[in-house]
């Protein structure tokens, strides 16, 4: 197809694709982010269509922000799995803890708001003097412990079918390492795809279950329940303030991590679309119109968002770079998400198949805040570099596996992750011998994508 010209208004020019294949490309950016979004409501509950429907009002609002210059999908973000995992675990494992989970969303959104901070202060000081705050000795170790936190869920949704597990396990590996062109790109999606189809064929109880649920299933449906919303519970009139509390300060302290993954997205586009886009539109708009689409999101119970990093592959795989190709994705997105037989479907989904995919996918993400340090060369011969990281690692997994889960003030309960982020940040802050300069190493700023490709 080749590239295509770049126009003044900073879109570039898609006229000789014709309105059928830009379409098409459409579908594949869709199908791209389909696997991974998708998971994100299975693993904690919350609904599959309101999911989609968000991603893709998420990825409109993102690019009126940005001034509809940056070709960026926004999907469900992973780095909050460990927010709702704390705040609203699943109910023996599967089972959607609704009474809880807008509690989880009222967190997010906050979190969501950081993001604006950041920008105004990126905006006003510049991204260099603003990261020194949020180096990799801090944000690697937090991102390690969001994986590790999680390990334990992963194994209890494999016990009983470990076969169809393994069978997930083993094509999201071939497809990733050994897959080429679009099977490359789509590694999460053909995992579950391909496990799901083998158990329906050879567990009949899994068969059974997806009857059953897809002919209940009607054709249509709004997607957005109200009362499993923010809004829903704050007009139930006993919100529980402790527990809000509770859930802002434990999950707010994620929004570092995803911030510095989204920097490390943004500086991926540019580099495959050959634009800066940190310079214009800003980082600063980029910044705010992720924020913006995660607390618009999660206002309305769907899980955060995120830039996404297939969809970077996808633009270097077809080399069409067209911001309004990835608007017809968010706008098929949103289609598909007023069809509660196939929010069924995906609801149906065996245990062996979550287990499998996530046992991959959590180990990646802390594999990534590994990658995070590396990259950046941190230099643990420095005493403060192995005392942050030491106290983020021990708090954050320590206080998460004992007895009582979590670290109580009061009627206020923090859990692991969000100790151990706060301890970080804070000892970075005060400790001397700061030595972080964002934009010093671009391809340790970039290092930082929870996204499996």
């Given at each position: 197809m080749g590239k295509y010209k770049l126009l003044e208004n900073g879109i570039y020019d898609a006229r000789p694709l014709g309105a059928g294949r830009m379409l098409l490309l459409g579908f594949q950016h869709m199908f791209a982010m389909f696997g991974a979004t998708i998971l994100v409501p299975i693993l904690t509950g919350l609904d599959v269509s309101n999911t989609l429907l968000f991603a893709g009002l998420g990825t409109l609002l993102f690019h009126l922000v940005t001034g509809g210059k940056v070709p960026a999908f926004l999907g469900s973000s992973f780095a909050f799995l460990g927010g709702y995992a704390a705040v609203a675990p699943l109910i023996d494992g599967s089972i959607p803890n609704t009474e809880l989970l807008p509690y989880a969303c009222f967190g997010v959104a906050c979190a969501?708001?950081?993001?604006?901070?950041?920008?105004?202060?990126v905006r006003a000081f510049g991204v260099e003097r603003v990261m020194r705050f949020f180096p990799p000795?801090?944000?690697?170790p937090i991102i390690i412990t969001i994986g590790l936190n999680l390990s334990a869920s992963a194994i209890n949704h494999c016990t009983g079918s470990w076969w169809i597990a393994i069978a997930a396990i083993?094509?999201?590996?071939?497809?990733?390492?050994?897959?080429?062109?679009?099977?490359?790109?789509?590694p999460i999606l053909l995992g579950v795809a391909?496990?799901?189809?083998?158990?329906?064929?050879f567990d009949a109880e899994v068969r059974a279950a997806l009857v059953k649920n897809v002919s209940e299933a009607a054709f249509f449906a709004l997607p957005v329940k109200m009362d499993q919303t923010v809004f829903g519970l704050f007009s139930r009139g006993n919100v529980d303030r402790d527990l809000l509390l509770t859930s802002v300060i434990t999950i707010v302290p994620l929004s570092l991590a995803t911030m510095v993954e989204h920097i490390g997205d943004v500086s991926a586009i540019s580099s495959t679309c050959g634009r800066n886009?940190?310079?214009?539109?800003?980082?600063?708009?980029?910044?705010?119109?992720d924020g913006l689409a995660t607390t618009l999101a999660a206002l309305f119970g769907a899980p955060a968002n995120t830039t996404y990093g297939e969809n970077t592959g996808v633009l270097?795989?077809?080399?069409?770079?067209?911001?309004?190709?990835?608007?017809?994705?968010?706008?098929l997105a949103m289609c598909f998400s007023f069809s509660p037989k196939f929010a069924a479907i995906i609801s149906s989904m065996p245990g062996g198949t979550i287990g499998g995919v996530s046992l991959v996918l959590y180990g990646m993400i802390s594999a990534v805040g590994v990658r995070n340090v590396v990259e950046n060369r941190v230099d643990f011969t420095k005493p403060r570099n192995v005392l942050i990281a030491a106290l983020i690692l021990v708090l954050s997994i320590g206080i998460s596996y004992s007895k009582a889960g979590a670290l109580a003030f009061g009627s206020v309960s923090l859990s692991g992750l969000a100790v151990g982020s706060i301890a970080g940040i804070v000892l970075n802050a005060v400790m001397p011998?700061?030595?972080?300069?964002?934009?010093?190493?671009?391809?340790?700023?970039?290092s930082v994508n929870f996204i499996i490709q």
């Open positions: 969501g708001l950081v993001y604006a901070v950041l920008a105004a202060l000795i801090v944000t690697g083993l094509i999201l590996v071939a497809a990733n390492i050994w897959g080429r062109g679009m099977v490359k790109i789509l391909g496990s799901y189809l083998l158990a329906v064929a886009y940190i310079r214009d539109p800003g980082l600063h708009r980029t910044l705010l119109g270097a795989l077809s080399r069409i770079y067209d911001p309004r190709v990835i608007r017809i994705a968010a706008v011998g700061k030595d972080y300069v964002f934009g010093q190493n671009p391809q340790g700023d970039e």
